[in-house]
């Protein structure tokens, strides 16, 4: 949500979520503008986070629509491996899985499933 051709990204999203509905258009770019804004706005510190929730939001989101629409699921997948074979380096990184987890005094921790949403590359 932060890299240059965000614009590109964004008018494209707006456009499959809406279907030809101005309407529904208008309300997915207003969703998707603020969710931007707030990756914007966090710190060095939450970012990874913050992206990490908005990014879990959103693939429910694109999933469902795709799931309801099987023309609109292949175009999904037209363009995210147009995306990809025009961003090599991005694609590369948004294929990177961090994991965070502090534990203090004599407490564990156990990271188990959750919101997690893991893309294999090489299976999209």
């Given at each position: 949500?932060?890299?240059?051709?965000?614009?590109?990204?964004?008018?494209?999203?707006?456009?499959?979520?809406?279907?030809g509905?101005?309407?529904?258009?208008?309300?997915?770019?207003?969703?998707?503008?603020?969710?931007?804004?707030?990756?914007?706005?966090?710190?060095?510190?939450?970012?990874?986070?913050?992206?990490?929730?908005?990014?879990?939001?959103?693939?429910?989101?694109?999933?469902?629509?795709?799931?309801?629409?099987?023309?609109?699921?292949?175009?999904?997948?037209?363009?995210?491996?147009?995306?990809?074979?025009?961003?090599?380096?991005?694609?590369?990184r948004?294929?990177?899985?961090?994991?965070?987890?502090?534990?203090?005094?004599?407490?564990?921790i156990?990271?188990?499933?959750g919101?997690?949403?893991?893309?294999?590359?090489?299976?999209?």
């Open positions: 949500m932060t890299t240059d051709g965000w614009g590109g990204v964004r008018a494209w999203i707006g456009r499959w979520l809406g279907r509905g101005t309407e529904v258009e208008a309300r997915q770019l207003s969703r998707l503008d603020q969710d931007h804004e707030l990756l914007l706005a966090s710190s060095a510190d939450e970012a990874d986070e913050q992206a990490g929730r908005l990014a879990g939001g959103w693939t429910v989101r694109l999933q469902d629509a795709a799931d309801m629409d099987a023309d609109a699921a292949r175009e999904l997948l037209e363009f995210v491996a147009r995306w990809r074979a025009e961003n090599p380096d991005s694609s590369e948004a294929a990177v899985v961090r994991q965070k987890a502090r534990a203090s005094g004599h407490s564990r156990v990271q188990v499933g919101n997690q949403t893991v893309i294999r590359p090489e299976r999209s």
